[in-house]
């Protein structure tokens, strides 16, 4: 039975071009006459100019429809599907039309999903942290302004990229000269919970300067105010000389005697 429909739908796929001899204009009225009669039901408006052509656009005689033809057309979901990243590429082949089932109507949503019980590390990015608790659009901020249906609809896939930065360049503070720092991993200091929560950052091990005393209750800015982004630069080249003097004004000046002169301040402060 299969074979015989198989049959037919290959015959009246050629059919067409047999009845209007040359006529794009009644072939193309032909195959839009034998969509509408062979079809379950109308496909969606962002896919109502393929019901006026030749159905093995999509389908495939005898083999449904392919993922290698929505493909075709989908070139954004295509690219993530060929690299294996994100939601599409990490799908392990499973069919397109598994998920969006077409022939449902013009005003069809075949793309739809549950924001509250979507499991996010599918994407291959897990949410933890403040992230759990961020709404889906604070994050995914482009539209679907180029798309046919929808255009104020959030765009849930494409341009987000999984970086620290992709969300909080303009969080973003540092103004690293030193290469040990530069292009370093957020999550060396920064955890999800709260970006402003750097207790990971060990200020001993990172820059060989240990914070004891009031310095260890200071806030990094309140030393780390010189020139640069945002008036932030964590590079202190006099130190290593001044050491003491690079942030504390010398209130002694010429008062000491010839023997304390040049001494360590360490020598009488803690």
């Known amino acids: 039975m299969r074979k015989i429909f198989a049959f037919w739908l290959f015959f009246l796929a050629f059919l067409p071009s047999l009845y209007a001899q040359g006529d794009e204009s009644k072939t193309e009225k032909f195959e839009g006459l034998l969509n509408k009669l ?30 290698n033809k929505c493909m075709d057309c989908h070139k954004d979901i295509s690219s993530h599907v060929d690299a294996k990243k994100h939601f599409h590429g990490l799908m392990n082949g499973k069919a397109c039309i ?10 069809a949503i075949i793309n739809a ?66 290469p040990k720092f530069k292009g370093k991993d957020c999550g060396t200091c920064h955890v999800t919970e709260a970006w402003k929560n750097v207790e990971k950052f060990d200020h001993t091990r990172e820059t060989g300067y240990a914070l004891v005393g009031i310095h260890a209750e200071q806030s990094c800015k309140k030393c780390h105010v010189s020139e640069g982004k945002n008036n932030i630069k964590y590079s202190w ?6 050491k003491c003097l690079t942030c504390h004004k010398d209130q002694h000046k010429t008062n000491f005697s010839p023997r304390f002169q040049g001494g360590q301040c360490l020598s009488c402060h803690n």
């Open 113 to 178: 999903f549950d924001q509250k019980t979507f499991d996010h590390s599918r994407t291959g990015f897990i949410l933890d942290g403040a992230h759990v608790r961020a709404e889906c659009t604070s994050c995914h901020t482009e539209k679907r302004s180029e798309k046919i249906t929808r255009k104020n609809d959030t765009q849930f896939f494409g341009k987000q990229g999984s970086t620290c930065l992709s969300c909080h360049a303009k969080d973003d503070i540092h103004f690293f000269e030193t």
């Open 38 to 67: 062979l079809a379950p039901g109308p496909l969606v408006l962002g896919h109502e100019n393929l019901e006026h052509k030749d159905c093995l656009k999509c389908h495939e005689v005898g083999g449904g429809v392919p993922n």
């Open 98 to 107: 598994d998920c969006h089932k077409e022939h449902k109507g013009r005003n």
């Open 237 to 242: 080249p006099r130190l290593e000389t001044q």
